[in-house]
């Protein structure tokens, strides 16, 4: 998966702009600008409850085309001149295609990109992160009769393609599996993402020692559980994930569970998390797209109706996308989490 992401050569992300309607796969900011607009505002709430530090770094892990960085400086803007004035960008992108892209679509700002999040400045931090965790390589492991074993990938030369292959582990190095999945029975596929909870222990620890807060938004389950969400897609379309590597995109579903427990353990507070639905209600989406679309030409209505449900949808991303902030042991609750609705089908 790392290989197939991120190889210099041939990596998905690498050679090629994954987005949008023509593109493999399409994201909440690409659907609507109110979602960058929400999280604008929710931005701005934020830095006035920490007391509106006078130099602040926002910061956006795995910005995409810059979509929702554009739509987040332009909701500050509007709202305060202070804060856009206090704060610099800096993004971390990995992917020289849409790097070039995040350049051009930001061009009126002034950004500073990183590999990761080891050389941002020491100052106050908002951290944003929307899809980022999902492209990240998992681990898989399975539950066979002699017990856990890695699964791993082999060229299976009689037939000219890739398989999974389950491995042992030489003794002693078998991981520690979490409880939530001790009944795992033969056949059972537990995912695991150490490169993201990596990043998570790196974002805590910022957060913890001069961060304000970070925000994380994703597909996945809030709580640790056995299954396998490794999912290969293109053209919008599910593919079989061992076939055309390097020009399809591989995600996995996000543990939250696993990323709060990450998080937690470095003495920061986590909240939710709660649905993309229940995030986006709380902050105002209906109204602010009713406002929008009374002033919206006719044609743009249906469009703007259209992208704020599939946002909140129940049987859709609203429900599958969950949220949650990170803030540091003291810090205030931020906006959207005061009331804990998970679950809450409203
Ligand atoms: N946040 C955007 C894009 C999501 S796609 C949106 O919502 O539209 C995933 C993004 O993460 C892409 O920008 C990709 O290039 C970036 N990315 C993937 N792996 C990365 C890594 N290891 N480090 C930094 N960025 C990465």
């Not at 020692?209 to 994380?216: C, E, F, Q, V, Y």
Request: charged share 20%; with cysteine; proline share 5%.
């Amino acid at each position: 998966m790392q290989i197939a992401l991120s190889d210099p050569e041939y990596g998905y992300y690498q050679t090629r702009d994954p987005l949008g309607v023509h593109g493999d796969f399409i994201t909440s900011p690409e659907i609507s600008q109110i979602f960058g607009e929400i999280i604008g505002l929710w931005c701005v709430v934020t830095w006035q409850n920490a007391g509106r530090p006078g130099n602040i770094i926002l910061v956006e892990l795995g910005p995409g085309r810059g979509t929702l960085m554009v739509d987040i400086l332009e909701t500050i803007k509007k709202v305060s001149q202070e804060f856009i004035n206090a704060l610099k960008v800096h993004l971390i992108e990995t992917s020289p295609v849409l790097k070039k892209q995040q350049n051009e679509i930001l061009k009126d700002y002034e950004i500073t990109w990183h590999k990761d999040l080891e050389t941002i400045p020491w100052e106050p931090a908002l951290i944003i992160a929307n899809e980022f965790f999902d492209a990240l390589p998992t681990e898989q492991y399975v539950m066979t009769e002699s017990g856990w074993q890695q699964r791993h990938i082999t060229v299976d030369k009689k037939h000219n393609n890739l398989s999974f292959i389950n491995i042992p582990f030489a003794k002693q190095q078998s991981p520690i599996f979490p409880n939530q999945i001790s009944n795992a029975k033969i056949g059972s596929i537990f995912e695991r993402n150490a490169i993201g909870e990596g990043i998570m222990k790196s974002m805590a620890k910022r957060i913890r020692d001069n961060g304000i807060a970070s925000l994380i938004i994703d597909y996945g389950h809030t709580q640790t559980r056995l299954g396998e969400t490794l999912q290969a897609v293109k053209s919008h379309k599910y593919r079989n994930p061992l076939t055309d590597i390097g020009e399809i995109d591989l995600t996995s579903h996000v543990d939250f569970e696993a990323l709060a427990a990450t998080s937690e353990s470095l003495d920061t507070r986590v909240h939710g998390p709660t649905t993309q639905r229940d995030f986006f209600r709380t902050l105002g989406i209906e109204q602010r797209t009713k406002v929008l679309a009374a002033k919206a030409e006719g044609g743009q209505v249906p469009l703007l109706l259209e992208g704020s449900r599939r946002l909140i949808a129940k049987d859709g991303m609203g429900a599958l996308f969950k949220v949650m902030a990170i803030t540091p042991k003291k810090g205030k609750t931020p906006a959207g989490f005061e009331l804990n609705l998970l679950g809450n089908q409203s």
